[in-house]
Nanobody
Framework: QVRVIESGGGRVQAGGSLIVSCAVSGRTAFSDLSMGWFRQAPGKEREFVASISRSGETTSYADSVKGRFTISRDNAKNTVYLQMNSLKPDDTAAYYC??????????????????WGQGTQVTVSS
């Protein structure tokens, strides 16, 4: 069993920055987990944002956030981060962290992930 807890969401003006974090605990070693961030706006489907390999050496991003968002992980702290810069109102959504027990990468489909957090809200005002 793996527990995933997001933190760091909030409200920011367009053009601003925000970082969200995801703490992972459980019986599976964090370094054995591929990690991803997804988001879901009201009335829309959950969409892929970014993913990072188990070692942290490889990342993948949705086209809509490429160049603005950065995913990273600290395997010593069992934590994955999503640094969000140049935020736009369209980035407003609940952001979810997910963990996958697999060596496969990249993982862009929600169905590829085994464990999910409860989400943290990010609101970008114009």
């Amino acid at each position: 069993q793996v527990r995933v807890i997001e933190s760091g969401g909030g409200r920011v003006q367009a053009g601003g920055s925000l970082i969200v974090s995801c703490a992972v605990s459980g019986r599976t070693a964090f370094s054995d987990l591929s990690m991803g961030w997804f988001r879901q706006a009201p009335g829309k489907e959950r969409e892929f944002v970014a993913s990072i390999s188990r070692s942290g050496e490889t990342t993948s991003y949705a086209d809509s956030v490429k160049g603005r968002f950065t995913i990273s992980r600290d395997n010593a702290k069992n934590t994955v981060y999503l640094q969000m810069n140049s935020l736009k109102p369209d980035d407003t959504a609940a952001y979810y962290c997910a963990a996958a027990v697999t060596r496969a990468f990249p993982l862009r489909a929600p169905s590829s992930y085994n464990y999910w957090g409860q989400g943290t809200q990010v609101t970008v005002s114009s």
